[in-house]
């Protein structure tokens, strides 16, 4: 017996860079035509045990996930993975890593945007949950408080553009030791978003082969973001090593235009990834 209807595989709370707690997120899914959702906040699980708490209540379904920030070079990827062990020691040891060096990160992103402009880490700090995981977003919440920059997706397009220089990478797995984590922790590892960058810039055919032998389940082809090079490109990966595609929102509550459900993936992609995931339980009604 599978799933009854389509689930939107990507979606942020508070625990990472979304605006909405996780149990928000979950309860306004409930109020969509989705039959549910999967939770992926960035390099951290923190957020399972509000959402699972209400999926049950809503009656929705719910997918615990991770979005693993990794890099190859210069390119950022993500990778999500479904259903891993929360508890696991080598995953739960490479998150903890990324997310403290996201924060010293952050905190020389801001030191050298103070340098020019009149903010600090404590302004930064004000507009992130206690734990959660830093990024860019956080940074630009703080720009748009102070009065710098108008909207969040002002400031990725202003201060936060790498072209300006103040932004700097993290440390990060590469892709293919990401997809091996997620599997080593028995979840179902699913690339993120390929085609939301212009089409030259579409990660290559020959990494992504490495990703298939590393344990690649899906391509996440159908995704609001994707360009009109990029998307076609990353369909095109899809087909040429025959990987199922999943289609997601990447919802991140006020801070994006995303909308929950804009994308949403087929119930035999959501029954499979049902199947081979095994690191923890997911919540179905
Ligand atoms: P970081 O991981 O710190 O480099 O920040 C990148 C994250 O910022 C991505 O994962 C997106 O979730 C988010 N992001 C990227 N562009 C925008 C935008 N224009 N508006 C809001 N959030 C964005
Ligand atoms: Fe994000
Ligand atoms: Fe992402
Ligand atoms: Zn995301």
Do not use: C
Request: proline content about 7%; cysteine-free; glycine content about 10%.
């Amino acid at each position: 017996m599978g799933v009854r209807g389509r689930f939107d595989l990507h979606t942020h709370s508070t625990v990472s860079d979304g605006t909405e707690p996780p149990a928000a997120v979950v309860e306004q899914a409930s109020r969509t035509e989705l039959a549910g959702i999967a939770l992926t906040d960035h390099d951290s699980t923190a957020g399972w045990a509000d959402a699972r708490a209400a999926a049950r209540a809503a009656g929705i379904g719910l997918i615990p996930g991770v979005e693993l920030s990794t890099r190859l070079g210069w390119r950022s990827v993500h990778v999500l993975g479904y259903l891993v062990d929360p508890a696991d020691p080598a995953l739960l040891a490479e998150t903890e890593r990324i997310r403290v060096s996201r924060r010293e990160r952050a905190r020389r992103i801001v030191e050298a945007i103070g340098a020019d402009y009149p903010i600090g880490w404590e302004d930064v700090l004000a507009q992130t949950s206690a734990g959660a995981t830093v990024g860019r977003p956080h940074i630009a919440d703080a720009l748009v408080a102070l009065g710098i920059e108008p909207t969040r997706s002002a400031a990725f397009a202003g201060i936060l553009h790498p072209r300006r220089g103040y932004v700097e990478p993290h440390y990060a797995p590469t892709p293919a030791a990401g997809v091996a984590l997620i599997r080593a922790a028995r979840g179902v590892p699913v690339l993120a978003h390929p085609g939301a960058t212009r089409a030259d810039w579409v990660i290559p055919a020959d990494e992504v082969a490495e990703l298939v032998d590393a344990g690649l389940f899906a391509i996440e082809a159908d995704h609001p973001e994707n360009t009109s090079g990029g998307g076609p490109a990353a369909l095109a990966l899809a087909e040429r090593f025959g990987l199922p595609i999943t289609g997601s929102s990447d919802y991140h509550g006020s801070g994006k235009p995303n909308r929950l459900g804009d994308r949403s993936t087929a119930p035999a992609v959501v029954d499979a990834i049902l199947e081979q995931g095994s690191g923890t339980t997911a919540e179905i009604p």
